[in-house]
DNA sequence: ATACAGATCGGT
DNA sequence: CCGATCTGTATA
């Protein structure tokens, strides 16, 4: 498996958004080196979609990442106590990024279950073991992901990177919008969230019923 | 200087 | 459904 180069990344968010499901994130850190499997992700596509922090080219020192060179994480603080981890997406001066909403664990659970639950991965049930990473904020608790990360460099980074892998089964990756994104008006109904539905980590399944 | 809302999560 | 919790951003 190897590592994308920085042209893999010179793509707009919404192929990039789809073709980084099935990669690895790999983050090393003094915790260990952890390995998850991205399994959901959504396309902020800039200064025309009103659910993007860079909405009307709005630059401002949180937001300045996404408007340089591709392949860097975009990382921001939401609520007051969680983490969210994207990845820039696009050329300089063209601010979208990916947002990598779950991840399954692949590799240093035992790590994430104590950033997570401060306990040891066999005192986890079920629900918890899949709670590790089954959503933006969880995954980057558990990854030790934060802000001192932001700006970092995947594709240069020794600590932080993608693997690349197969691409999953076109069946099985699902298209959907974007949550909880209920102030962007038109853009709440923009197709740019994308899953592989065969996955149990993923955040929020789309109702198939009905 | 102040006000306010948010790309979430966990518990009721 | 609701509250936690605090930073980034806009407005004045």
Same mark, same amino acid.
């Not at 260990?32 to 709005?58: F, Q």
């Not at 209920?182 to 009905?210: D, L, Q």
């Given at each position: +498996?190897?590592?994308?180069?920085?042209?893999?990344?010179?793509?707009?968010?919404?192929?990039?958004?789809?073709?980084?499901?099935? #990669?690895?994130?790999?983050? &090393?850190?003094?915790?260990?080196?952890? !390995?998850?499997?991205?399994?959901?992700?959504?396309?902020? $596509?800039? &200064?025309?979609?009103?659910?993007?922090?860079?909405?009307?080219?709005?630059?401002?020192?949180?937001?300045? !990442? *996404? #408007?340089?060179?591709?392949?860097?994480?975009?990382?921001?603080?939401?609520?007051? *106590?969680?983490?969210? +981890? %994207?990845?820039?997406?696009? /050329?300089?001066?063209?601010?979208?990024?990916?947002?990598?909403?779950?991840?399954?664990?692949?590799?240093? $659970?035992?790590? +994430?279950? =104590?950033?997570?639950?401060?306990?040891?991965?066999? =005192?986890?049930?079920?629900?918890?073991?899949?709670?590790?990473?089954?959503?933006?904020?969880?995954?980057? =608790?558990?990854?030790?992901?934060?802000?001192? /990360? %932001?700006?970092?460099?995947?594709? %240069?980074?020794?600590h932080m990177f993608l693997l690349e892998d197969d691409p999953p089964d076109k069946k099985d990756i699902i298209t959907s919008t974007r949550i909880n994104i209920g102030y962007?008006?038109?853009?709440?109904? #923009?197709?740019?969230? #994308?899953? &592989?539905?065969?996955?149990?980590? !993923?955040?929020?399944?789309?109702?198939?019923?009905?």
């Amino acid at each position: +498996m190897s590592k994308p180069d920085r042209t893999f990344y010179k793509k707009t968010s919404l192929e990039l958004a789809k073709a980084i499901l099935g #990669f690895y994130l790999v983050h &090393i850190t003094p915790h260990g080196r952890m !390995v998850g499997k991205i399994v959901e992700t959504e396309a902020y $596509m800039g &200064i025309h979609d009103k659910a993007a922090h860079s909405y009307n080219n709005n630059r401002t020192k949180r937001t300045e !990442v *996404m #408007f340089g060179p591709p392949g860097h994480a975009y990382i921001y603080l939401i609520y007051g *106590m969680y983490h969210c +981890m %994207n990845i820039v997406a696009a /050329e300089t001066d063209t601010p979208q990024a990916v947002l990598i909403r779950a991840l399954e664990p692949v590799e240093g $659970m035992e790590s +994430m279950a =104590q950033l997570r639950y401060k306990k040891s991965l066999h =005192q986890c049930s079920k629900k918890e073991k899949t709670g590790l990473s089954n959503g933006p904020g969880k995954l980057c =608790q558990a990854m030790d992901i934060s802000r001192s /990360e %932001n700006g970092l460099d995947l594709v %240069n980074s020794k600590h932080m990177f993608l693997l690349e892998d197969d691409p999953p089964d076109k069946k099985d990756i699902i298209t959907s919008t974007r949550i909880n994104i209920g102030y962007a008006e038109e853009a709440i109904h #923009f197709p740019y969230r #994308f899953y &592989i539905n065969s996955s149990p980590y !993923v955040s929020v399944k789309v109702n198939t019923s009905k």
